[in-house]
């Protein structure tokens, strides 16, 4: 799994200070981190289902890419597919942009993750499956949630149907909603790792985890990778375009509220009018037949 060792000469966390040029929020960073360091992966698979170190005897990332090279624009989708235990499948992915299809694009991964039995194998034998998505958005604005869980229940009794179908979802941007039992594995540390900027709020953060200050050193040299800084700014690059399309919806959006809303006032101005007009004209009408009577 460890396409890129850390240099023994590479000096320790401690040494790194200043800012952080691609973060672990950078899904292509994220996703290089994850497949070169195996007891980092463990580490944030232990706090995202709330694991003790020891259930994880092995993780096996199914579909590892070679880093540094070119993401062509049909393979630039970073989900990592991963094996764990032998017995347990698992879908890994972070979404920074917020793309309004996350439900079915969660559903469409899980389904083809879960989906995973041979000719001939028994359907009791068919693996647990996890689809996880670590978001930098708030899935459902009404419902704000740093950890939720989705199983298929009973509607009406709320049983569940199975234990094998599960979507996680962690949103950055909810970490003062963590639960205590978030906090006892340390999950809104490692989301407040990946929202770090600096090495100083990196070490500050780690401090005492092992995995997490393992993430450190194997972010550091990443980052000194030119081939991974490529596709770290190509990426960059991609979030600034889609955020600047984002802007653009936004801004008309803001017109067409702003033309409704004065093509409902002039509706209004209109309607007065009318009604104006129909009671002149019912005045008219009455003044007319009063000189009618008085002319008889």
């Not at 393979?75 to 972070?94: A, C, Q, R, V, W």
């Not at 083809?112 to 009791?124: C, E, I, P, Q, V």
């Not at 979030?239 to 409902?264: G, P, Q």
Request: net charge negative.
């Amino acid at each position: 799994m460890n396409d890129l060792k850390i240099p023994g000469g590479t000096p320790g966390l401690a040494s790194f200070t200043g800012a952080i040029d691609y973060p672990l929020m950078n899904d292509y960073m994220f996703r290089s981190v994850m497949q070169s360091n195996e007891n980092v992966l463990k580490g944030l698979l232990c706090s995202l289902l709330h694991l003790n170190p020891d259930d994880i005897r092995s993780v096996q990332i199914l579909n590892p890419i070679e880093l540094g090279k070119k993401i062509s624009d049909k393979d630039f989708i970073l989900d990592i597919k991963i094996l764990m235990n032998s017995n347990t499948s698992i879908n890994l992915e972070m979404q920074v942009n917020n793309q309004y299809n996350w439900p079915e694009r969660s559903l469409v991964y899980l389904s083809r993750l879960f989906d995973s039995l041979n000719t001939g194998d028994a359907y009791k034998s068919i693996k647990p499956a996890f689809q996880i998505g670590i978001l930098n958005f708030t899935l459902f604005p009404e419902y704000p949630e740093f950890f939720s869980t989705y199983k298929m229940l009973n509607t009406k009794n709320y049983h569940k149907y199975s234990d094998k179908f599960t979507i996680h979802v962690l949103d950055l941007t909810q970490i003062h909603l963590a639960a205590k039992e978030d906090k006892d594995y340390d999950l809104d540390k490692w989301a407040q790792l990946f929202n770090a900027l600096t090495w100083e709020d990196f070490k500050m953060i780690s401090a005492n985890n092992k995995s997490m200050q393992e993430a450190g050193e194997t972010l550091f040299t990443l980052n000194e990778d030119d081939r991974i800084r490529d596709q770290c700014e190509a990426r960059e690059d991609y979030r600034r375009t889609w955020d600047s399309v984002k802007l653009d919806m936004k801004e008309k959006e803001t017109i067409i509220t702003e033309l409704e809303s004065l093509n409902a006032e002039k509706e209004i101005v209109i309607m007065e009018k009318n009604s104006r007009i129909t009671s002149l004209e019912a005045q008219v009408t009455e003044l007319q037949r009063q000189l009618q009577s008085s002319m008889n």
